[in-house]
């Protein structure tokens, strides 16, 4: 995965845990409502496990974000590290070729004597 694919992943999947805080925010108000009633005892005692299971959700959803973020920054540490040697390999090639062009005209090749002669017209 590319650096911005991997932010953008993980921005998505801090949205999704953004979600999941307000749907914890409902359960917790759900759960203030039924504790004050003794006859709803039990109906609060089911809105605190899914509270607590949407709390997980929440944390494992940052923890993933927190990877993914680590991730994209070993990676664009790879890219620069990648672009870097590429380069310096690119400026080595254009020195090579600089250092040939910069031969080339200094070693003139050998001229073959040429002879021309006149065809003699009618004699």
């Known amino acids: 995965m590319t650096e911005k694919e991997t932010l953008q992943y993980a921005a998505d999947q801090a949205r999704k845990t953004a979600r999941a805080g307000r749907e914890f925010a409902g359960l917790l108000d759900d759960y ?21 299971n ?7 959803g940052l923890a993933v974000c927190s990877k993914l973020v680590e991730e994209s920054s070993e990676a664009a540490a790879a890219d620069l590290v990648k672009q870097e040697s590429l380069r ?29 002669a006149r065809k003699a017209v009618g004699k």
């Not at 203030?32 to 609060?44: C, D, F, I, S």
Request: proline share 7%; glycine share 2%; hydrophobic share 30%.
């Open 32 to 52: 203030a409502k039924w504790l004050t009633q003794p006859n709803w005892r039990q109906r609060a005692d089911e809105c605190h496990r899914a509270a607590l």
């Open 54 to 60: 949407k709390l997980n959700v929440i944390k494992d």
């Open 88 to 116: 310096k390999e690119a400026l080595n090639q254009q020195q090579e070729k600089s250092a040939q062009v910069e031969k080339g005209p200094l070693e003139k090749p050998e001229r073959r004597p040429i002879r021309i």
